[in-house]
């Protein structure tokens, strides 16, 4: 299996450069930003194919009305409300669902707010406010994964309180260019596990790419992820306690600097980088079963700077994967290198899965 393309916008050097670089607007999965800059799709990031567009990074073909519910809905109001636009065939469509965490998440552009989402989106309706996913937390059953589509948080809430929907189309491994989520299980809105048959939630779906056996490869201290490509120092922490953003950057420098493992590529993970590491599935830590990496703590940097607020920068949670930001000043969270890129190289074009792309009769 080849390895999934994940944006790389970083390079071992000067703080300011490794700021720099982790700022660029690219998406989480699909390519680089360079890669579009240079030509794989220069015209535009999606296709417009009546009232849906469809990403070509991704694969997944979304309404272009972001508001098409007109108001909020509960957790399990938004499933129904997804399955009566199959039974009515919205749009000339039966194929819809309610977007998984990493579907949704897919959408956004860490450098943008209000909505956070590419600069040639298509979209109208945009709330900037949370829109649900399919996913349940493993850790809290009764509440469900939202994002935040002004500013690009991912938390989880109650399955009953109410939050923007936006339908998706598009699921298998053939034609998503999304990672699983991991979650294999279905919850009902008071967290009981409930049967999967025709809920329309992730645990049902499991739309995207099959995660590969092994998913991991031990290579002495590190570690490869045979889904993306990327190298993890199996050690997940380089610090004995948290540390402030730029001590966190000073870390990788002392790492490059000493050839760790005899690598001088390491880097503070981009926010999509760390999050593609975490198992809806599992919790404390929200890391794939059996994964082989050892001090995993609870919360960690990324290199990626809030474009709300650059005095903050993006965290990662690791007991149960929400993402949200640290201040940079303090002295909150902790560092795990990676190293190396995904296997597609810049400047290449990422491939973009071919189906059919109207309505069917």
């Keep these: 299996m080849e ?9 071992a050097g000067a703080f300011a450069e490794h700021a720099r670089l982790a700022d660029e607007d690219a998406p989480c ?36 009305d972001a508001g098409s ?14 399955s009566r636009m199959n039974r009515d065939r919205i749009l000339g469509y039966s ?41 349940t937390c493993a850790r809290l059953t009764g509440e469900a994964w939202y994002v935040h589509l002004g500013g690009a948080r991912v938390h989880r809430g109650m399955k009953h309180a109410s939050h923007m929907v936006w339908p998706v189309r598009g699921g298998g491994p053939e034609r998503v260019l999304v990672p699983r989520t991991g979650q294999g299980l279905c919850y009902g809105p008071f ?26 490869l031990e290579k002495g201290e590190t570690v490869r992820d045979n889904l993306t490509g990327l190298t993890w120092k199996r050690g997940a922490t380089c610090t004995e306690q948290p540390v402030d953003w730029k001590a966190a950057l000073e870390t990788i420098e002392r790492l490059n600097a000493g050839s760790t493992h005899g690598r001088r590529d390491w880097r503070l993970p981009t ?47 690791m007991v ?38 109207t309505p069917t009769s």
């Design 191 to 216: 967290g009981q596990i409930t049967s999967c048959e025709g809920s329309g939630q992730d645990g049902a779906l499991k739309v995207g790419i099959p995660w590969p056996e092994p998913r991991f």
């Design 69 to 82: 519910t007109g108001f909020p809905l509960t957790w399990q109001e938004a499933l129904d409300y997804v």
């Design 95 to 135: 194929d819809w669902h309610l977007p998984n965490r990493r579907e949704l998440f897919s959408l956004v552009s860490h450098s943008r707010t209000n909505p956070c989402l590419p600069a040639d989106h298509p979209f109208t309706g945009v709330f900037p406010g949370y829109y649900w996913t399919s996913t």
């Design 320 to 357: 149960d994967g929400a993402v949200g930001v640290g201040f940079k000043a303090q002295a909150e969270f902790f560092v795990w290198a990676v190293a190396g890129t995904s296997s597609f190289t810049a400047g290449r074009a990422f491939p973009v899965p071919s189906f059919a792309s």
């Design 271 to 317: 926010v999509c980088e760390l999050e593609s590491l975490t198992d809806m599935g599992a919790h404390s830590p929200a890391l794939p079963g059996g994964h082989p990496f050892e001090e995993v703590k609870n919360w960690y940097w990324t290199c990626t700077t809030s474009a709300y607020e650059p005095r903050y920068a993006w965290a990662l949670y």
């Design 3 to 11: 390895p999934l393309s994940l944006p790389v916008r970083t390079k």
């Design 29 to 64: 999965y699909g390519g680089t930003w360079k890669e579009h800059m240079k030509g794989a799709h220069p015209e535009s990031l999606f296709d417009l194919i009546g009232h849906t567009a469809r990403d070509r990074r991704t694969g997944l073909s979304w309404h272009t």
